[in-house]
């Protein structure tokens, strides 16, 4: 099992910028996809980005796409969020699994999930 720490979230207002990071530890090397998502209360979790390592492939959702940036390596993982809105706030959580990257999308795939961190945009 890999431990996930996620950090960086806060308040910020709209037009703004965050970076969240996400520390790994314990076996990484057996991560196939680090993956971001988010949720607010009362609805279901979100897909946000997410980076496969073999194939390297980084996916993003169309909410976020041109304004999130994926980076880093299995030990840290990064997501750079530039340009956000109101609509961004959520608690974010990192993730990794091995499997498949046809279900990198799949939060359900996922076996390690972060304790997740909180950001607000306000308008």
């Known amino acids: 099992q890999v431990q996930l720490v996620e950090s960086g979230g806060g308040l910020v207002q709209a037009g703004g910028s965050l970076r969240l990071s996400c520390a790994a530890s314990?076996?990484?090397?057996?991560?196939?996809?680090m993956g971001w998502f988010r949720q607010v209360p009362g609805k279901e979790r979100e897909f946000v980005a997410a980076?496969?390592?073999?194939?390297?492939i980084r996916i993003y959702a169309d909410l976020v796409k041109g304004r999130f940036t994926l980076s880093g390596d299995r030990s840290t993982g990064y997501l750079q969020m530039n340009n956000l809105r109101p609509e961004d706030t959520a608690i974010y959580y990192c993730?990794?699994?091995?499997?498949?990257?046809?279900?990198?999308?799949?939060?359900?795939?996922?076996?390690?999930w972060g304790q997740g961190t909180q950001v607000t945009v306000s308008s």
């Open positions: 314990g076996p990484t090397s057996t991560v196939s996809a």
């Open positions: 993730a990794a699994g091995r499997f498949d990257p046809v279900s990198i999308r799949e939060s359900k795939r996922y076996a390690d």
């Open positions: 980076v496969n390592w073999r194939p390297y």
